[in-house]
Structure formats: structure tokens, C-alpha cells
């Protein structure tokens, strides 16, 4: 035990103890012998007196106070009364162990909400795209002139810089072969995925690293074009299929 150990390191003997920190023999006994848990302030005496870190000694503490609390029923029972001499021991509201727990818990139930939220958003804004996108083409249809390609209804967000290396094509966005990239992700896996489709002639619409309607739909059409599993999804076959396109 750390507090026995602490004691003996400092040569004091019990009743010199008992002294200088305020606390009794009797009550020293039962907490160096491991039949009381001492109260916290005990362990800070005991510290300042006998030289020891009370910091590492009060973490100790907390951890002996939750496996006491398990063991004995929730508080220190065996504890002596209170005097003046020996304080009650305050009572932890909530063991360390437990507070950890919860708040881990909370962190990441309030990660995968916000998470969750991004999709959402992102996969809105996809649709309000291509609303807008249809809607313009309707009106250029309704005036007379030939339906557009529905790429060149909006201009692309983002450029491809197409180039062929070792016999695969790249977009200037990622070098990925194995990223799997899915309806409602973003970022530059879905931009590199879009780029090659369209050089695939499978135009996902705009070049907005957004994964929404149009791109999946382009997806399933080259997936089917080319003998794919077509689920939607760009993995590792897909990708090794946009990649050599048009190959010799």
C-alpha cells in the first residue's frame, strides 16, 4: 500500500504521525492496515508530512474510493465516527470510472450526429442541384433550342487535369484504387471518380465533389456498361475499370 510504504519511507512512527497531521493512531492503524479507507484530506496530511506527490496520491484514492465503494456496499462504512480529529471523509458523487465512461459516450454519440448531419446536407444539396439543372434545361427546351448536355447546363466547380500514367488514368484530385466512395460523400475521392467518368462518357453532371443523384446514377451505368457488379458504389473494381478505360 502507497500510504504504508510513504510511513515507513519517512521513519515516523504512528503516533508522530498521528501528531503532525491531526488525525489519531487508532485511526492511522485501520487506514495503514487497509481495514478504513482514509479520508481525502488524511492522504494530503499524510503527504505534506512524510514528503510524498499528493497529486499521483489523491489519483490513487479516487481509484481505492470507486473499488471500495464496489466492494463495501457503496460508501466506507468502516470509517470511525467523526471527531475532531478525524473528519468525515467526503463522499465522491460519482466514481471516476463511471464519469469516464459517460463521457466517452457522449462524445461519440454527439460525433456520429454531427456526421450524420454533413451526409444529410450534403446529399440535399446534390438534389437542389439537380432541380436547378432540370429546371434550367427546361427552359432552354421551352425556347427553342436543342437540349443541352446537362454537363454544359452549369459549369463545372472543380477542373480535371486528366493524364495517363503506367496505364492509368488520373484527374489531378486523388491516386486512389481502393477508396470506396458511396452516395452522400464529398471531397476529392468524389471529385477523381467524377472527372473519370466523364472521360468514361458517363457524365455525372457538374464536377462538384458532391456524391448525389446524377453521379450514382452514372455510376450504374458504366458499372452495367462495363460488366460490373452495379450497385452505385465506386470500389476497387470500379475504380481499376476508370482507371484503364479506353486502354490499348
Given amino acids: 500500500m502507497r500510504l504504508r510504504r510513504l510511513k515507513d519511507r519517512s521513519e515516523y512512527s504512528t503516533r508522530q504521525v498521528a501528531a503532525r497531521t491531526g488525525y489519531s493512531a487508532r485511526s492511522w492503524e485501520r487506514y495503514l492496515g487497509g481495514r478504513s479507507l482514509p479520508p481525502r484530506e488524511a492522504v494530503e496530511a499524510l503527504a505534506r508530512v512524510c514528503g510524498g506527490d499528493p497529486g499521483s496520491l489523491l489519483v490513487l484514492h479516487e481509484m481505492a474510493s470507486a473499488h471500495w465503494g ?14 475532531e ?7 465522491a458523487a460519482w466514481p471516476y470510472g463511471r464519469a469516464m465512461r459517460v463521457a466517452l459516450t457522449a462524445g461519440a454519440t454527439a460525433l456520429v450526429l454531427s456526421v450524420s448531419a454533413v451526409l444529410v446536407l450534403a446529399a440535399e444539396l446534390a438534389e437542389a442541384r439537380e432541380a436547378a439543372r432540370a429546371a434550367r434545361a427546361g427552359t432552354v427546351a421551352a425556347a427553342g433550342a436543342t437540349t443541352p448536355d446537362p454537363a454544359a447546363v452549369l459549369p463545372s466547380l472543380h477542373t480535371c487535369r486528366l493524364e495517363r500514367t503506367d496505364g492509368r488514368w488520373y484527374a489531378g484530385h486523388s491516386r486512389t484504387l481502393r477508396a470506396v466512395a458511396t452516395y452522400g460523400h464529398t471531397g476529392p475521392v468524389v471529385i477523381e471518380a467524377q472527372c473519370l467518368l466523364r472521360r468514361a462518357g458517363a457524365s455525372p453532371g457538374d464536377v462538384d465533389g458532391i456524391y448525389g443523384p446524377l453521379t450514382r446514377r452514372a455510376v450504374r451505368r458504366f458499372q452495367d456498361r462495363e460488366g460490373l457488379t452495379v450497385d452505385g458504389v465506386v470500389g476497387p473494381d470500379t475504380w481499376r475499370a476508370l482507371r484503364t478505360w479506353g486502354a490499348a
Fill in 85 to 91: 480529529q478525524n473528519p468525515p471523509a467526503p463522499v
Fill in 70 to 83: 464496489e466492494t463495501h456496499g457503496g460508501s466506507p462504512s468502516a470509517s470511525p465516527p467523526a471527531t
